[in-house]
């Protein structure tokens, strides 16, 4: 299965627009990538879902390249409440085994 | 609905005891999948149950073991325990069966558990 990997961290303006990219080299057309919010001593929270091109919902966009090498979660004007940890998780078809990538820290700042 | 409930919530061990973690999911879903947190590490998956049968595990040792029962709660165990399994245990549900496996999973508020 491949490794998942995201940036450790990233600063971020309230009011801003902010990209988090997930490395997960070759996944097949049927694995679906998803994104999770977690704020310290409480569990991932589900945020998006897709397996290929964009998807859009209330609070963010998924977008998913052709080479689907790799995934970037888009969060819109974030506010301070965004402030959290960002995993994505490649589900991988029919094997029922959810390995999360590295976790992206986002400090949203005033 | 209710969510995803884990117990302990919070608990201290010494190192060569064992200890057990409960989940009980939300109803309905009949899957539950496991997972050790730590600074460190990260978020690791340690095994996913379905209808009570182990459908994959990760690369933990055999120290570590679960089981699901018929109303779908599942329970972890961890023996002879070791300063490292200092962490935080999530459990996860979701549906399991009948539709794509997204990777949509609710999780619990985890089980932290210190070993001294």
């Known amino acids: 299965l491949a490794k998942t990997t995201q940036p450790i961290s990233m600063d971020s303006y309230e009011g801003q627009e902010v990209n988090i990219t997930c490395s997960h080299n070759?996944?097949?057309?049927?694995?679906?990538i998803t994104w999770y919010q977690q704020f310290p001593s409480q569990g991932p929270r589900f945020i998006i879902q897709?397996?290929?091109t964009k998807v859009t919902n209330e609070v963010a966009s998924l977008f998913i390249p052709a080479d689907r090498k790799s995934s970037t979660l888009s969060l819109p004007r974030v506010s301070l409440s965004d402030t959290a940890v960002y995993y994505c998780?490649?589900?991988?078809?029919?094997?029922?085994?959810?390995?999360f990538g590295t976790g992206t820290r986002l400090k949203v700042l005033a | 609905k209710a969510g995803v409930t884990q117990t302990p919530r919070y608990l201290i061990k010494t190192r060569g005891q064992q200890v057990t973690l409960s989940c009980s999911p939300i109803?309905?879903?009949?899957?539950v999948s496991w997972y050790q947190q730590t600074p460190g590490q990260g978020l690791q998956f340690l095994f996913e149950y379905f209808s009570e049968t182990q459908r994959n595990k990760g690369n933990f040792p055999g120290r570590f073991s679960g089981r699901q029962f018929s109303n779908s709660r599942s329970e972890m165990n961890v023996s002879t325990l070791e300063l490292g399994d200092s962490a935080l245990y999530l459990c996860?549900?979701?549906w399991g069966a009948g539709q794509p496996d997204t990777g949509e999973l609710f999780f619990g508020e985890g089980s932290r558990l210190t070993v001294l």
């Open positions: 998780l490649v589900a991988y078809s029919g094997t029922y085994k959810y390995i």
């Open positions: 996860a549900s979701s």
């Open positions: 897709g397996y290929k």
């Open positions: 109803s309905g879903h009949r899957s």
């Open positions: 070759n996944i097949a057309t049927n694995d679906y």
